[in-house]
Structure formats: structure tokens, C-alpha cells
């Protein structure tokens, strides 16, 4: 590995390097060689960033028709301090001046300060999390060595957050560009450079050893498996859910005056194992967590406890199935399209089972996400993002406007006023969305219209194929709503883009909402009609029961065959390396493969199963195990894709979820509304109302009245489950005062000197 500054002049000489890429560490990742005084990396004008190798980080791909003057001046700009216009980056040319890539990396001191300008928290020498300061940095633990103080993914996305925030600091012209190209003051670079090709592409490189180390113990099994499905992270599972009901149990009883289990030896005994196994059972996470970053391990880490939380709805669904003969010949007759009829006077399992599984799915619901929010923040706590700074956010790459000052900064910069957003918005966004749902309509009338004409002709032919025939409908409608969902997306990706919006925060969050109402409506709207306006209990379970088969089936197909095809006869044989392959051109390989198409998509599908459980799960008890099978092959399916089948993306810290997760809670307060109204058509508890000589009024009353009742009764369980842990609301406090301290603290610097 070269030392970092062992060439001359902050552009870092072009000559030829070729063989200077080709050698690798102790630990058997990539890196690039020990060099001699000349051609190499940028030169560090800090002592404490000299470093005897340098760990390549991110690659620019530059343009084809880009000169070696250009190049030279943006080695330059890249390896420049920030106080003079700089990125305070190292970069190396590659090959020679020639070539078309940048091997970019970062000096410890650049790093430091983007840590802190992002409020990472880090360990300090105490063993706690602390928000990290450059001041403060020699009491932090590892913050001498950066590939343990931080995080490749971290790392990664510093160098981009510094190539993103390079501006000119005076008019310049780019060499061999022409005079049009010319920065103005205050100008984007990376922006400019970008719309004039000059940078085609900016990504970041894989580690070939610690990927083949974390794919194998990920999906194939081997050690990340237990975790995530053996028998030892399960056991922990249950304990940590234990050990919250224990908890919610004792505040019940201290609001009661009644705390009898508070300060028992029993009690202290589970506090103990739970703090003991808080960190057992996630240790797995932190390895996606250093590789890709917390967006996807945060992902990966809802979709791992949602998947074990389908255990106690599964068992409950499985129980309910068979133990019930009733709940037997319903779910036959799901499958056979046959028109259920239940003796009035039956009193069986399978009506208490109707409306254990309704009232059950409501409590679960509630529990799950209260408990994954308490599980949130300790992620966040660990993986050091739950104290992230604010910052002011620079204009997307497309956005566009009249040149102007920005009254906020005081920079030259795009200006588009509010009022022409918001009439875009009025008048082509909505009726735009209007129209999709309009045609969600539609599909949902011709899917009622089939439904009877298959019906009058199983009533007709009455044979196996006019049986089969049944499922036709459904079949074809499920269909036809994917297809419109997939367009629907592309068409919400225009419709903001051409709102303009300028922060990328506001262009996800308008994208999102157009996605998360359509997504509702088009997958939802037919089931609470059935439900509620038809009152067709076999027709809902016979829709649900379509809707779980086929879109299990379909997945399976896309999220485990097609993508398995796909890299072993078509994206491997383009991949195929050798040792003695340049270094570059193993670099240029990773550009082939395509970009990652973010999370969107899967944290939809986790949407959409989690409505069907907690919505309408109650006409259905299998619905649970359904989801529970899918999901066991989602984690690995899904871990395989990211690892094998898409570049390695830029992953910036999170601290949560996000909107995702306001979608989810969304979903559970509506499944108290939902399976509330699903109880009245309970056979038994119409056959009570009419025992009790009812009237639909009093009955409707009844409903409403219960439903509040339930609401109430969720906000109660709310409450008593916190969102984080009493340790990490102490933690958080404790870090808010120190941040005040440290702000006082500088305030009276000035005033003292």
C-alpha cells in the first residue's frame, strides 16, 4: 500500500501505475501498493493522516472524450485541502493520465470531521456511546485506526459526501473545457462536471473478501444463519418478548398501587437475562451493518423480526385450522370456490376461533410495532446513528430553476418559487393519481363482472373445469393490479420530478406518499369492499386466500429463480476474473453490474403482507403461515441479490426507518377499525344479536362503541410499551446535555480569550 503523501504535489502525478494497484493486504482485501516517492496517491498535508497504505474507497468513472488536463486538474481539486476549494481526499490516477477512472480514498482527519459534521456516535474510552468530536477524538476508542472507528460503508459515503459538497470558490474555467463550462462562484462541481460528462459515475468499491465472507455466512448458512433462523436466536427472541410482557405486567400493577413482582428476585432475574441477551441476539446485524450500512441493515433487521414474529399468528392460524372442523371446510372451500354455509345453530371452534383470531390480530399488531420501535432505537444506539445532525440540505442534481440568491445561504443558486410547485402539484399530480385510481376501479368492476359470469357457468356446467374456472378472475385481476402498480411507480417518478422539488428529502417524501396511497388503494380497495359493502365472508377468504397463493408463488419466482438464472448464466460469465487481471480493470467489472434499485420496493411488499395479516387475517387463519414460509426465503433471497447481483450502493446513515415506518403504524391503528367490523360478521355474534332481540341500529351502536373501545385500549398498550428502553432515554438525555455543555463551552471561549 502506497503512503499517503509519498508523491509529489497535491495533483498526484499521472504516470503510468499500473502495478501499483495489483497488491493486496495481510487480511487479503484489495489494496493498493507501497509506492515510491512519484506517481500515486494525492499527497496529505496533515502529519497524523500519513499512513503507510491507503484503502481505495470509491471509483470515478470519467467520460471517454475527458483529456488528461481535465483529469490532472480534478486529481487535483480532489486531493486540495477544503480551505482551499478542496475535497481533502486522496486520489490516484490508475493506470495513467489516460484513463478514465479515479480511485478515490480519505485521510483520517477528513474522515474524523465528516463523523463529526454527520453526529455519528462512537465508543468512547468510558465503553459508551458518545457523540463524537474532533476535539475530543483522542479519548475515543479505535479513532487512530479508521477501519474500526468507522464503518466501510461510512467511510464510502464520507468520500461521496465530500465530492458532493465541493463548490468553486471563485469563477474558474475547467482545462479543456470550453469557456460555456466555466464554474461560476459558488457552483456545484460535482454537479457541473456531471452535466457536462466529464464524471459519468461515482460508486463505491466492494471488498471481494469480506463480501465472499459475509455472503457465505449470510445466505448460504453457515454462520449469520443461526441467527437468523436457529434454534438459539429464537430461544432469545421469546425471552426478550417474555421479559417485555413481564415488564408491561409489573407497570400495570405499579399504576394499580399492586407492583407485587417489582424489586422480586424473580423479576431482577429476567431484567438480567434481558440485558444480557439484547445484544446477543443482533450481533449478526452489525456485519450488513459495517458492509452496506444502516438503511439496509435496518431493513434487513425488520424484515428478520417480523418474519419471527409470524410464529405466534402462524401457531395460533394452525391451531385455529385444525382443531376447528368448520375452519377445515372453509379452507376447502376456499380452494374448491364453493359457497360456505354454516349452521346457525352451530356453536363450534371455528366461530370463537373467527373472533379470537380478529381480536388477536389487533393486540399483535400493536405489540409488534411497539416492540420493533423499542428494537429501533437500540440499533440506532449501537450502530452509533441515533444522534444525527440536521443539516442544511443541498439542491438535487435535477433540480432546476432562474439563477438567484438563495435568502437562506446568501449562494447563487436555482430558484423555483412555491406557488408554481404547489399548481403543479393541483393540477397534473393529483388528477394524474385521480386517474390511477380510476382505473383501479375499473379493474376492480370487471373483476366482480367476471366473478359472476364464471359463477353462473360452474352453476351451469358444474365439472372440474368450470371449477378451476373460478379462480380465473382473481387470478387475471391480480395480475392486471401488479402491472398497473409497476407502472404506477415509473408514472410517480415523473410526476415529482417534474414538481421540482429541490431538497431530496422532499422529492422521497412526496415520492413515497403518491406510492403508499396508490399501493393502499390498489391492493386493499377490493378486499374492504368485499367486506364490508358486499358482506361476502367466502367471497373475502376466497380473494385473500388467491391473493396470498399466487403472490407467494410469483415471488418465489422473481426474488429466488430469476434472479439465480440471472447471475449464474448471464451476469457471471461477464464477471469472470483472474489474479492477473489489472487491478483497474476488476474495478471497471464492479461498474457493469446494475445500480441497486433501492429498498422501495421491498419494504412495499412487507406493507402489503403485513395489511393482509393484520387487516383481514381473521376470515383466513393460514395467512400467517403463508407469510411466515415466504419470508424465510425473502431474508436470503433478498441478502443474495444485495450481495451478488447489484453494485455495492452508497448507504448514508439512518436512524430508523423512516416514513416505512409511519406506514406500518398506519396500518396498525386501521386493522383496530378493520377487524372490529370484521367481527360483526362473526355467524355467532349475528346469532347473539338476534338471541338478544338486537336491532341493526343497536347492533351498528354496539360496533362503534366496541371500536372506540379497542382504539383506546391500543393507545393504552402504546403507553405502556415505551419506544425506546429506559437506558437509551438515558443515554439520549445524557448526550443531548453533554452537546449543550460543549456549545457553552465555545460560546465562552471567545468572551475568556
Not at 172 to 183: A, C, V
Not at 239 to 258: D, E, R
Not at 259 to 265: A, N, P, W
Not at 470 to 492: E, K, Q
Request: hydrophobic share 45%; with cysteine.
Amino acid at each position: 500500500m502506497s503512503k499517503a503523501g509519498a508523491d509529489e504535489g497535491g495533483a498526484g502525478g499521472c504516470g503510468d501505475s499500473a502495478k501499483q494497484l495489483e497488491a493486496k493486504d495481510e487480511k487479503g482485501g484489495t489494496l493498493l501498493s507501497k509506492l515510491p516517492a512519484g506517481p500515486g496517491w494525492t499527497k496529505v498535508s496533515c502529519p497524523c493522516c500519513f499512513s503507510e497504505r491507503v484503502e481505495p474507497l470509491v471509483v470515478v468513472k470519467l467520460g471517454g472524450k475527458v483529456g488528461p488536463e481535465t483529469k490532472r486538474w480534478l486529481i487535483k481539486m480532489i486531493g486540495a485541502p477544503q480551505k482551499d476549494g478542496g475535497a481533502a481526499l486522496l486520489a490516484h490516477p490508475g493506470e495513467d493520465a489516460s484513463g478514465d477512472i479515479i480511485v478515490v480514498s480519505a485521510p483520517r482527519c477528513t474522515l474524523l470531521r465528516a463523523a463529526e459534521e454527520l453526529g455519528l456516535c462512537k465508543t468512547y474510552r468510558s465503553g459508551d456511546m458518545e457523540a463524537f468530536s474532533y476535539n475530543d477524538r483522542d479519548n475515543f476508542k479505535d479513532s487512530d485506526n479508521m477501519e474500526a472507528f468507522l464503518t466501510l460503508a461510512e467511510r464510502q459515503y464520507i468520500v461521496k459526501y465530500e465530492l458532493d459538497g465541493l463548490r468553486a470558490q471563485k469563477d474558474l474555467r475547467i482545462p479543456g473545457l470550453p469557456e460555456s463550462r466555466m464554474l461560476q462562484k459558488r457552483d456545484n462541481i460535482w454537479q457541473k462536471l456531471s452535466s457536462a460528462g466529464v464524471v459519468v459515475d461515482t460508486f463505491p468499491l466492494h471488498n471481494r473478501k469480506k463480501l465472499k465472507d459475509l455472503g457465505e455466512a449470510w445466505y448460504s448458512g453457515n454462520q449469520l444463519a443461526q441467527p437468523l433462523g436457529g434454534w438459539k436466536y429464537n430461544t432469545l427472541l421469546l425471552h426478550l418478548h417474555a421479559v417485555l410482557f413481564i415488564q408491561i405486567a409489573v407497570k400495570i400493577l405499579h399504576y394499580m398501587h399492586l407492583s407485587l413482582l417489582e424489586g422480586t428476585m424473580i423479576h431482577n432475574r429476567w431484567l438480567r437475562r434481558c440485558a444480557h441477551t439484547r445484544y446477543l441476539c443482533l450481533t449478526y446485524l452489525d456485519s450488513v451493518n459495517d458492509y452496506f450500512g444502516s438503511a439496509v441493515a435496518f431493513y434487513f433487521s425488520f424484515l428478520d423480526f417480523y418474519t419471527w414474529s409470524l410464529l405466534t399468528p402462524a401457531i395460533l392460524g394452525l391451531t385455529i385450522s385444525y382443531f376447528s372442523g368448520e375452519a377445515q371446510k372453509e379452507m376447502v372451500d376456499s380452494v374448491s370456490g364453493s359457497k360456505v354455509i354454516i349452521n346457525d345453530d352451530d356453536s363450534g371452534p371455528m366461530i370463537s376461533g373467527h373472533m379470537l383470531q380478529a381480536m388477536f390480530s389487533m393486540i399483535w399488531s400493536t405489540v409488534f410495532m411497539e416492540l420493533w420501535k423499542r428494537r429501533s432505537s437500540s440499533l440506532s444506539y449501537r450502530w452509533g446513528t441515533m444522534n444525527l445532525a440536521e443539516r442544511f440540505a443541498e439542491p438535487r442534481p435535477n433540480f432546476h430553476g432562474d439563477l438567484g440568491v438563495n435568502p437562506v445561504t446568501g449562494r447563487m443558486e436555482p430558484l423555483f418559487p412555491e406557488w408554481k410547485r404547489d399548481l403543479r402539484m393541483v393540477l397534473v399530480s393529483v388528477p394524474v393519481v385521480g386517474l390511477f385510481l380510476g382505473l383501479v376501479v375499473l379493474g376492480m368492476m370487471c373483476f366482480y363482472w367476471g366473478e359472476a359470469q364464471v359463477k353462473q357457468l360452474h352453476k351451469d356446467w358444474d365439472s372440474l373445469l368450470s371449477q378451476a374456472l373460478l379462480y380465473i378472475p382473481s387470478v387475471l385481476h391480480i395480475v392486471y393490479t401488479n402491472m398497473l402498480g409497476n407502472v404506477y411507480r415509473n408514472v410517480a417518478q415523473s410526476l415529482t420530478e417534474y414538481e421540482n422539488h429541490r431538497e431530496e428529502s422532499a422529492f422521497e417524501n412526496h415520492l413515497t406518499a403518491k406510492i403508499l396511497v396508490f399501493t393502499f388503494f390498489n391492493n386493499f380497495a377490493v378486499l374492504f369492499h368485499i367486506a364490508f359493502f358486499k358482506q361476502d365472508v367466502p367471497l373475502l377468504r376466497k380473494r385473500l386466500a388467491s391473493l396470498l397463493i399466487v403472490s407467494q408463488l410469483v415471488n418465489q419466482v422473481t426474488e429466488v429463480v430469476i434472479p439465480f438464472l440471472v447471475d449464474r448464466f448471464i451476469s457471471a460469465p461477464h464477471r469472470t476474473e483472474s489474479e492477473d487481471d489489472p487491478q483497474e480493470d476488476k474495478f471497471r467489472n464492479q461498474r457493469t453490474l446494475p445500480v441497486f434499485p433501492g429498498l422501495f420496493a421491498e419494504y412495499i411488499e412487507l406493507l402489503v403482507q403485513f395489511g393482509y395479516l393484520s387487516l383481514f387475517s381473521c376470515v383466513y387463519p393460514l395467512t400467517a403461515v403463508l407469510l411466515l414460509i415466504n419470508n424465510i426465503t425473502e431474508i436470503r433471497s433478498d441478502a443474495y441479490k444485495i450481495c451478488n447481483l447489484f453494485r455495492k450502493p452508497f448507504s448514508p446513515p439512518v436512524a430508523n426507518m423512516g416514513v416505512w415506518q409511519v406506514a406500518f403504524e398506519v396500518l396498525s391503528f386501521v386493522s383496530v377499525i378493520s377487524n372490529c367490523w370484521l367481527l360483526l360478521l362473526s355467524p355467532r355474534l349475528q346469532e347473539l344479536c338476534r338471541e338478544g332481540g338486537l336491532t341493526s341500529t343497536n347492533v351498528l351502536l354496539l360496533a362503534v362503541l366496541g371500536e372506540h373501545v379497542l382504539i383506546l385500549i391500543k393507545f393504552i398498550m402504546a403507553a405502556l410499551i415505551p419506544d425506546e428502553p429506559d437506558w437509551i432515554r438515558k443515554k439520549r438525555e445524557q448526550m443531548e446535555y453533554t452537546s449543550m455543555q460543549a456549545l457553552k463551552e465555545q460560546k465562552l471561549q471567545p468572551e475568556v480569550s
